[in-house]
């Protein structure tokens, strides 16, 4: 994958330049698209939704799907980030322990919003394992581009 290409949304609502060394993928299953390292330990997850004519505030709708999931942040532990076309993202990190297992997760959640669409982002890898990773999907979140469906 070249360091530019953008990869598509199979609905058509967003774009994203993927990380050099990047591999990216439809989700068949869950919907969306689904983007890795091809030697790393985490996996980014986009998936796409109608919006309408809302423009969705996309911390209220992070803190909304965290909530869902048992996971309270406090308001500075959430980023804002202006989007180049107008969108606006924000998005949290934290780690999270599997009480069966005893392995921790990192966790990276986004939720991008623009006239048309709402993306959310999820990232995991093992905690641990997620420094250089973490920051690579940063900037690829960054690079969203969001749009109404074709």
């Known amino acids: 994958m ?16 993927a990380p050099p060394g990047w ?14 390292p091809e030697e ?6 986009l998936i796409s939704f109608d919006a309408g004519d809302d423009f969705a505030d996309p911390a209220e709708e992070l803190y909304a799907f965290l909530s ?13 980030v202006a989007l180049e076309d107008g969108g606006e993202l924000a998005f949290a990190e934290y780690e999270a322990e599997d009480e069966d297992e005893g392995d921790a997760t990192f ?16 990232y995991l890898c093992p905690a641990g394992e997620h420094e250089a990773e973490a920051e690579r999907v940063r900037a690829a979140l ?9």
């Open 2 to 17: 070249s360091d530019a290409q953008r990869v598509r949304d199979p609905e058509g609502r967003f774009t994203l330049v």
């Open 23 to 36: 591999s990216a993928a439809a989700d068949e299953e869950d919907g969306g698209v689904e983007v890795w």
């Open 40 to 45: 790393g330990a985490g996996t980014l997850h």
């Open 68 to 80: 869902d999931r048992d996971v309270e942040l406090e308001e500075d532990d959430v980023t804002d």
């Open 107 to 122: 966790w990276l959640v986004g939720v991008a919003s623009g006239p048309g669409a709402l993306v959310f982002a999820t």
């Open 142 to 150: 960054a690079t969203l581009r969001l749009s109404a469906a074709d």
